[in-house]
Nanobody
């Protein structure tokens, strides 16, 4: 059973940076594409980024392209999301999740993922 734990969230000023981590507990991440999602109050959970099991392929939502970078270190059983130039609209609870099927990040909808972490809060405010 794959379990994921997010960390690294916090309060930052606009233009600041945060690095989120998604660590596996109970199993290796090597076989799974991993997605980052976020959900703000009153809004749908949206896909932010996804990285294939090997790290060879990555995808980003248009709203974060050029600002966020997803990466993984399978030796450390961890996936990262580097967030730069943060904006107030990036404020949300951020989740990581493992892809349920072998689609290789072709489907970034939340329904394509399982084994959700508990989330880590990112707040961007002055």
């Amino acid at each position: 059973q794959l379990q994921l734990v997010e960390s690294g969230g916090g309060l930052v000023q606009p233009g600041g940076s945060l690095r989120l981590s998604c660590a596996a507990s109970g199993f290796t991440l090597d076989y799974y594409a991993i997605g980052w999602f976020r959900q703000a109050p009153g809004k749908e959970r949206e896909g932010v980024s996804c990285i294939s099991s090997s790290g060879a392929s990555t995808k980003y939502a248009d709203s974060v392209k050029g600002r966020f970078t997803i990466s993984r270190d399978n030796a450390k059983n961890t996936v990262y999301l580097q967030m730069n130039s943060l904006k107030p609209e990036d404020t949300a609870l951020y989740y990581c999740a493992a892809e349920s099927f072998l689609s290789g990040c072709r489907d970034m909808r939340a329904m394509a993922f399982g084994s959700w972490g508990q989330g880590t809060q990112v707040t961007v405010s002055s």
